[in-house]
């Protein structure tokens, strides 16, 4: 083949530190917009972003270029020092330090992504440890909770 074509879609989920409720409405949707375009120059474009105060989902198609953990390193030390300085979050706005990631076919795409728009209605009856708990399990994924949070 002369060209190299991929589709890697990522459903990635990640947590302010301590889980810490400080994604605050006035600028959710900025946060949002701004780890938008951090993947879109990263070659990764996204499909869906949401979450609550003390986390996020992101659906995007993984580039072909790029390594995940370069993507996920680069995605939150941005959107971190960009959300202190230039968007008013408190002072002490950190991500966690860990992450999930999961591979999506592209047949779960539009599940994936009410999912993660309604994330604010499931996590009315649903902590964010519980729903990772269920995403680890879901996807077989082995994990030592001791790791797990910070």
């Known amino acids: 083949m002369g060209q190299s074509l991929s589709k890697l879609l990522v459903h990635l989920v990640f947590s302010t530190k ?3 409720g ?10 949002h917009g701004y780890m938008t375009g951090i993947l879109k120059q990263l070659d990764s474009p996204p499909v869906q972003i949401g979450g609550t105060a003390d986390h996020v989902h992101l659906l995007f198609n993984l580039s072909k270029n ?18 202190k300085s230039d968007c008013g979050a408190p ?3 950190f991500w966690q330090n860990g992450y999930g990631a999961f591979s999506i076919g592209q047949s779960a795409v539009d599940n ?5 728009r309604d994330q604010k209605a499931h996590h ?12 680890f399990k879901k996807y077989e994924i082995e994990y030592d909770e001791k790791y797990v949070w910070d």
């Open 22 to 31: 400080l994604i605050l409405p006035r600028f959710e949707n900025k946060l």
């Open 91 to 93: 002072r002490n706005f």
């Open 18 to 20: 301590n889980r810490e």
């Open 124 to 135: 009315r009856e649903s902590t964010f440890q519980d729903e990772l708990l269920l995403l």
């Open 112 to 116: 994936v992504r009410v999912y993660i």
């Open 66 to 83: 790029r390594a995940l953990a370069q993507v996920v390193k680069e995605l939150k030390q941005s959107s971190s020092k960009w959300a």
